[in-house]
């Protein structure tokens, strides 16, 4: 089988490319006939698998590692395709492999979703992982914040060399002590950055309420994000500082940099002298957020912000991140299967940073859920249209000369880059 | 949008003190927005209102006008289920005395008589609903509509694996048009007693629907003060909300 297997597979996959199919069904069809396959070609590289996954972020830092490895002279194999994960993998690997199954790689940096985590490192025990955090978002489907953590916490487990956790999100901070084999590893940020990050289970937390037992005391990081300026960012790993120019905005993205700083810097080796460290700032500052992540367009010769927001702390960090003077501003919200169904998050946000200057348009499909939570923050709408087409041409209508900024859900954010894309060069980033 | 804003305090009607009941151990899928609506709502009504939260450990507030309790995930009712045996009895007093109270989710569930995991654990409850949950295998997730003899149609979101069952001391809150509400038998969702408005709606629940956060306000001020004059508040979006919810699939 495994001889034919791999031919077969690309063959599927040239035939399904013709017919404009998706990406997984030539997966589907190896997995089938060869359900070794992956784990097969995955073990053969020098530098191993390494995954990256927690709630908020994978994307873009997964980008970041990509990158970063690739700057000191790695050849990384990853997964670019947000199709099902597994067969996704599979279907990626045909693409790179030669005709007798071998991959041209150094090492593999996937992406891992938390919902195909458990079945992925059971059959692909990673050498590396990195998990970023646990947020309320994808609860529809998990029921329960806890339960993502577990998964996280399976990952690790399965890990068979170095973890490295997010030391201020406690839900994975806590996973170290779970460990007992794998080298552990932490980035972390700087005690004058904590409160833009505020967790899930502090949210609510009313001042002049007790607060809760005293944490003990954070284990050193790594990597330590030590300040974010408007365009550049300051590290703190082997004892030093430094300051680097930064493409990404929002200091949550800066954050996952220094996640991926550290993640980069397990694969290649620390110090001085395994890193290259002129090309891995430079490669670091060159980062730009992945597709459907936020990025910065131009319309008629002013910027428009794209924010993606769908959960409460990545809409809370998105406002605190991207402040509104000077700014017109839509929110587009939409609850499609992709962007949850439960409107109950936008309940979880305060929208006090936007009663200065109001927001101009919503739209969505739950524009009016949006408008409703905006009357209980005393902010005022300008109009509400649930149809994003009208809705867009309206709100750049009318915000003229003026640089503009939409908090968008994700397929919110796609069915606005489909009309900008009638108006403006979108770039797309790969 | 809040033309009424909060009367200056020499106009106000009179102080409600609403507390939210473990609100950093029970509060999940925006169960904060139904404490904001009530101390909105109250404020566009012309009253004054005074917020207050109890958490696991804290002395009990005197005074109070109104309960709102959220739901939570299991490591939350474990953290307040000692505490909330240690105030049955405060509570119980409070709710037959008819106090309004809105109860979602895992508080509605831990104000039944106990809940029973799918593992044969007995959680048990205060009692103060004649209602029974047991941990099923199913995770019921999704949009709601649900018709309500007192309030008309009520619009959420419900996201629970515990099945309750109602005795023959509560009445449900109302029937299910969409989604599955208590349990996968019965088709109805929620349950009302006394004062008490108990479902597994979040949504959040209040904003959608304002009838059943003006039940409660009037209540609590015919209560205090013998009378209720309501203000104006624009509900405008809110009718918006709903007509644009009501469509969603589930
Ligand atoms: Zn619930």
Redesign the interface.
Known sequence: MVFFSVPLGKLVRRVSRLRGGGSALPGLVVEKIDPGFMRRTLSTLPHGVAVVSGTNGKTTTTKMVVELLESQGLKVFTNRTGSNFTRGVAAALLGEVDWRGKLDADVAVLELDEAHAVHFVNSVPPRYCLLLNVL?DQ??RF????KTAQLLQHIAAKTTGTVVLNREDPRVARIADTLTGQEVKYFGLDDSLLGTFPNDDDM???PG??A?AALPAKPQADVVLRKVGADSAEFEYDGGTVTTAMKLRGVYNIFNAAAALALARSICGAGAAATDHETLLQALSQVAPAFGRGESLTVEGQPLDLVLVKNPSGFRLGLKSFPAAGYATMIAIN?NYADG????????VEFDSLRDGGVELLTG?????M??????D?V??GA?E?DIAPALAAFIRESQGKPKRIFCTYTAMLAIRRELSKITTVEVVS | MNPAGAAAPDQSKGTLRVVQLYPRDMNIYGDWGNALVLKRRIAWHGYTPELLEYNVGDPFPEGVDIIVGGGGQDSGQLVIQDDLQARAGVLTDLAEDGTPMLLICGLYQLFGRFFKTRTGAVIPGIGVLDVETHGGDERLIGNVKVASPEFGEVLGYENHSGQTTLGSGVRPLGTTAKGTGNNSNDGHEGARYRNIVASYLHGSLLPKNPAIADFLIRTAAERRFGSFIPGNPDDSFAVLAREHAARRPR
């Open positions: 309320r609860l529809d029921g329960e914040i806890d609510r937390a009313a309420s007790p809760p609850d169904r439960d409107m109950s998050w936008l309940w979880d499909s739950r524009a009016y859920d408008a409703l939570r905006l009357q209980y005393d005022q709408v509400v649930p």
